[in-house]
């Protein structure tokens, strides 16, 4: 009876990796093998698994709570590695000072600066046009991102000062936390500290509007 029961958050889970604007909606066979074999005998999750998930999220730039859900249950099944267990936390993790997930919860601070300052209404914001570049090369990218965060951040200042002040010192605050350059280019477990940290930033701001 438990195997049946563990069939069905087996099949929501693999249903991350699909495109589902696509016609065929099966996650692969092999992977969906190689992943129930995982979670009925404990082992290692296969790295197909993880793979599948980061190229959803780069097509998409999309990080849903089931596939940040595999990549943490992944490394923490997979991995022993201390700094990547740190910024493994369920909700936002305020006091790592782990290089890529900081710049993760950076961008998505300039992403809500962009936005505020255009009312929430624009055809193209960074995330369209960085996310993917900012994750995997962020030393050639984010010179730029602070430049056009600073013209977005300028606006907003005018327009809705209050909003623009607690959204700029927490941009400061980010920033200072970067004691080492970003990567000019990143790991694979550097990119995923990256979505971690702009999954965790995202979050963060609803779970604080839910409890004010």
């Not at 005998?41 to 999220?57: H, K, N, V």
């Not at 959204?167 to 004691?179: C, I, M, R, V, Y």
């Given at each position: 009876?438990?195997?049946?029961?563990?069939?069905?958050?087996?099949?929501?889970?693999?249903?991350?990796?699909?495109?589902?604007?696509?016609?065929?909606?099966?996650?692969?066979?092999?992977?969906?093998?190689?992943?129930?074999?995982?979670?009925?005998?404990?082992?290692?999750?296969?790295?197909?698994?993880?793979?599948?998930?980061?190229l959803?999220?780069?097509?998409?730039?999309?990080?849903?709570?089931?596939?940040?859900?595999?990549?943490?249950?992944?490394?923490?099944?997979?991995?022993?590695?201390?700094?990547l267990?740190?910024?493994?936390?369920?909700?936002?993790?305020?006091?790592?000072?782990?290089?890529?997930?900081?710049l993760?919860?950076?961008?998505?601070?300039?992403?809500?600066?962009?936005?505020?300052?255009?009312?929430?209404?624009?055809?193209?914001?960074?995330?369209?046009?960085?996310?993917?570049?900012?994750?995997?090369?962020?030393?050639?990218?984010f010179?730029?991102?602070?430049?056009?965060?600073?013209?977005?951040?300028?606006k907003?200042?005018?327009?809705?000062?209050?909003?623009?002040?607690?959204?700029?010192?927490?941009?400061?605050?980010?920033?200072?936390?970067?004691?080492?350059?970003?990567?000019?280019?990143?790991?694979?477990?550097?990119?995923?500290?990256?979505?971690?940290?702009?999954?965790?930033?995202?979050?963060?701001?609803?779970?604080?509007?839910?409890?004010?």
């Amino acid at each position: 009876i438990g195997s049946r029961y563990a069939v069905t958050p087996l099949w929501a889970m693999l249903r991350e990796t699909v495109n589902m604007k696509s016609t065929d909606k099966s996650p692969s066979p092999v992977m969906t093998g190689a992943t129930a074999r995982a979670i009925f005998t404990g082992s290692d999750y296969p790295a197909s698994l993880l793979e599948a998930t980061m190229l959803r999220i780069r097509a998409e730039r999309e990080i849903t709570p089931g596939r940040a859900a595999i990549i943490k249950a992944y490394y923490l099944k997979n991995s022993n590695d201390s700094k990547l267990k740190e910024v493994m936390t369920v909700s936002l993790n305020e006091h790592s000072t782990n290089v890529p997930y900081t710049l993760g919860r950076l961008f998505r601070v300039m992403e809500e600066i962009q936005l505020a300052s255009t009312g929430w209404n624009v055809n193209l914001g960074i995330k369209d046009s960085y996310f993917n570049s900012a994750a995997s090369t962020p030393l050639s990218v984010f010179g730029k991102l602070f430049a056009l965060s600073n013209y977005h951040l300028k606006k907003l200042m005018r327009d809705k000062p209050g909003l623009g002040k607690k959204l700029g010192d927490l941009e400061s605050e980010l920033a200072a936390k970067l004691t080492s350059p970003p990567p000019a280019r990143s790991t694979q477990e550097e990119v995923v500290c990256f979505y971690l940290g702009y999954y965790h930033q995202c979050n963060h701001k609803k779970e604080e509007e839910k409890n004010v």
